[in-house]
């Protein structure tokens, strides 16, 4: 047994390079070409290996300092059996060294399994963690702390699965296993108290629940909205004319319910408004039934119940599950059925007012209408050369870009526009 002083090889040229990595520990036995250290410049990193076997004596270098061609790093108790490792430089001037041992120490600390709350393979480390090169350039690469990492290979190693996995629990977590996210800065917290006196309201659970899918819809979806304006002069007359047949029978003639039928025989006209995206986005899901879902305004938040086959059903049936649908929203009384198997969603704000929004889409459905206040607008008649007054009902059509493009949702609006305007063709 010699005692051997392992100094800095050839560093290419590159001068005052910085340690990153020490991978080794005091004790440690080491075979010709692990990895003892990692030393990162500019432009390159590079693996220092073991040029012989031995036993660690001394570690002279710790992470944070700097070292040129020659600086001692450690001692080494040898076996006196040597070796040679040769540095290669990759056409990104990235510097690696070749290693005929893929257990590699990544670390000076050895797993442990511990339970971890975000599933992420975390470890308590009394040891040499061990890991091929390969996977600790990704894990710097990805700022990845090896430690935390519980290796499933021989004697602990470090796998790349092992790392993909770690990564992926990771991203899951952080996401809440929606598959979706944004790198977006946390909120900051404020004590709002210091400026005046506050009153701290907890949210509803329907409030809580329409809240986190509306951020995943409004994240998930490229959203589109196209807006157009309806003349809805001829549909008004007629549901004037009806109010009071639909009260004799104990229902309430609103102009959602035209809305409705006109949306179902665009639907028909444009299937690709009645689909869903597959789960892998790969495909579409064609939907031969007409349930169209509207947005109920509750003492508790925003609820949608769906209403169904709206092909086969009248004006007054039509009017009359609307009217039941909305009662039980009010009342609490939906169940989860009541509120599934929509086709495309109506959220109609004409009640209260405003000239138009952006409704967000109801996912999985691949669009949503929104319904602005109507209001009396100046239109020109090219046959009496004058200018009256149109009842006009404004509408917002968002829509999903990955299915729909912009052409065809224009058609579809222009043609649902029609439909509603004239109310003759709408119900023949």
């Known amino acids: 047994m010699t005692i051997e002083k392992i100094l800095v090889p050839d560093l290419g040229g590159a001068d005052e390079v910085d340690v990153i990595e020490v991978l080794v520990a005091v004790g440690d036995t080491v075979a010709i070409e ?27 270098v710790s992470v944070g ?29 990235k510097v690696t060294s070749p290693s005929k041992k893929e257990d590699q120490p990544a670390a000076t600390a050895s797993p442990v399994k511990s339970s971890s709350p975000d ?93 986190s899918f509306l951020h995943r819809n409004w994240l998930s979806i490229p959203h589109v909205t196209q807006f157009e304006e309806v003349d809805i002069v001829d549909m008004e007359e007629f549901r004037q004319k009806h109010k009071s047949q639909a009260v004799e029978i104990g229902v309430k003639l609103t102009p959602v319910v035209f809305i409705m039928k006109a949306l179902q025989a ?27 879902g509207v947005a109920v305004d509750t003492p508790n938040g925003l609820v949608v ?39 495309i969603t109506i959220s109609s704000l004409g009640g209260i007012g405003g000239s138009a929004f952006t409704p967000i889409i109801n996912a999985p459905e691949v669009a949503i209408l929104g319904v602005s206040k109507s209001y009396l607008k100046p239109v020109y008649n090219s046959d009496t050369g004058s200018f009256e007054p149109r009842l006009t009902l404004p509408v917002s059509l968002s829509y999903d870009h990955r299915v729909i493009d912009g052409a065809e949702a224009a058609r579809f609006i222009v043609y649902f526009a029609s439909c509603l305007a004239d109310l003759e063709n709408l119900i023949l």
Request: glycine share 12%.
């Open 34 to 60: 692990d990895a003892l250290f990692t030393l990162e410049s500019d432009k390159a990193s590079m693996e220092v290996p073991s040029p012989m076997a031995g036993d660690i004596v001394s570690i002279d």
């Open 65 to 93: 300092d700097k070292v040129s061609e020659g600086h001692l790093l450690l001692t080494l108790e040898s076996s006196g059996v040597e070796g040679k490792a040769e540095n290669v430089t990759d056409q990104n001037d």
């Open 119 to 211: 599933g992420g393979n975390q470890v308590k480390s009394t040891g040499p963690m061990y890991a091929g090169p390969a996977v600790r350039r990704v894990a710097r690469e990805f700022g990845v702390d090896l430690t935390k990492i519980n290796g499933t290979g021989d004697k602990g190693r470090i796998t790349k699965e092992d790392l993909q996995q770690y990564v992926r629990s990771k991203l899951q977590s952080a996401t809440g296993n929606s598959g979706v996210g944004a790198d977006l800065p946390e909120m900051p917290l404020i004590d709002y108290s210091k400026f005046g006196d506050v009153v701290e309201t907890p949210l509803s659970k329907i409030n809580k629940l329409s809240g």
């Open 266 to 292: 665009a639907l028909v006209k444009f299937p690709r408004f009645n689909s869903s995206l597959s789960k892998d986005g790969q495909s579409l899901i064609m939907k031969n039934y007409f349930n169209i």
């Open 305 to 343: 119940p769906v209403v169904r086959g709206v092909e086969s059903k009248g004006l007054l049936a039509l009017a009359s599950d609307l009217g039941a649908m909305s009662k039980k929203a009010r009342e609490k009384g939906l169940s989860p059925a009541d509120m599934q198997g929509g086709c």
